[in-house]
């Protein structure tokens, strides 16, 4: 599958710009983690443009990252409720 140069862009400045292992950001995006490695080697050489917004967006990524780790530690009670309501005789 073919990805268009804006999609490649914004692949590249997640990557770069929102501390999450380019591994995950690869999974995220639906691409591999060769296909994200070799579009960040690219426009590292071909200079990426640098975004006015790119702190408010590191922020926002950051954030995102945070409320899906609270979400996640939510769930923990509930599945452990769920296992021990089960476990009645």
């Not at 599958?1 to 639906?30: N, W």
């Amino acid at each position: 599958m073919k990805h268009s140069e804006e999609f490649q862009r914004e692949a590249v400045r997640i990557a770069l710009t929102s501390g999450l292992p380019r591994k995950r950001v690869a999974a995220d995006l639906g691409i591999g983690l060769s296909t994200l490695t070799r579009w960040v080697s690219l426009y590292r050489q071909d200079g990426l443009p640098a975004s006015p917004d790119t702190d408010l967006e590191r922020e926002n990524e950051r954030l995102r990252l945070e409320n899906r780790v609270l979400r996640e530690e939510r769930e923990v009670p509930k599945k452990a409720t769920q296992f021990f309501a089960s476990q009645k005789p």
